[in-house]
């Protein structure tokens, strides 16, 4: 089945991961922040079923915040993210507590809760389920840059609403974004009368490279490094 997809490699889980430090209260969810907040550039990274706590997550955090960015990597799950070790509760199960509608009611608080503190400018980053939350978030007009990555449950219609510019990073090997389904996305970006688009195909990695990579597998590690930089570049262009 193509969740079995979604949920492959999960990562052990380390609440204490990271440079940066976990709030309890940022627009009404926990959420590791990394950066300073004094910045007036936010990113928000909206994690896969596993949730916030995975390390490579944090680490991507930890990049970003390096470049200026106050980043905030909320906890959409409440502290139950996914767990592949669970048999009694199997992912349907599990995805019907935590849907991206969800997700993206909550994501718009934490927008909210940025722009109060003075934020001028966010950039939303979306792996996975993640992806969907910010494709919603680009299409209520929410943010000013997004980023999706082997994203899963979005469509073809949601890119005709897409108010930003947008960056699609897809996994050759995916069958919840195929190639075929991706660049669909990218033909329907290239109809519109205005906002920036990028669509690239990473060749040689499946859905979740770019987030569950094992650190000692170079070329996983270098693929999921490319992506890092494509998205950070994005961001850099037009979260200012």
């Known amino acids: 089945m193509a969740h079995s997809q979604c949920c492959a490699n999960p990562p052990t889980l380390s609440p204490t991961g990271g440079g940066g430090a976990v709030v309890e209260d940022l627009g009404g969810l926990r959420a590791y922040t990394a950066g300073s907040p004094d910045s007036k550039l936010a990113v928000l990274l909206i994690s896969d079923v596993y949730g916030f706590e995975a390390p490579n997550l944090r680490k991507i955090a930890d990049k970003v915040a390096a470049s200026g960015y106050f980043v905030v990597v909320p906890d959409f799950f409440h502290g139950d993210p996914f767990s592949l070790s669970n048999a009694e509760r199997p992912f349907q199960a599990w995805i019907q507590s935590h849907t991206t509608d969800k997700g993206f009611e909550e ?132 979260v200012k």
């Open 107 to 238: 994501a718009k608080l934490v927008v909210a809760a940025l722009k109060a503190k003075g934020i001028s400018a966010i950039g939303a980053v979306g792996y996975c389920w993640g992806a969907k939350v910010v494709v919603e978030l680009a299409k209520a007009g929410e943010i000013q840059a997004a980023v999706l990555l082997h994203p899963s449950f979005v469509t073809v219609d949601d890119f005709k609403e897409v108010k930003c510019p947008i960056a699609i990073l897809g996994a050759e090997s995916d069958h919840l974004s195929p190639p075929e389904l991706v660049k669909q996305f990218g033909e329907v970006l290239s109809a519109r009368a205005e906002g920036d688009y990028f669509v690239k195909i990473f060749p040689g990695v499946a859905h979740g490279w770019s987030v569950r990579y094992r650190t000692d597998d170079a070329p996983a590690v270098k693929s999921a490094e490319e992506a890092q930089s494509d998205t950070l570049a994005w961001l850099t262009k037009y």
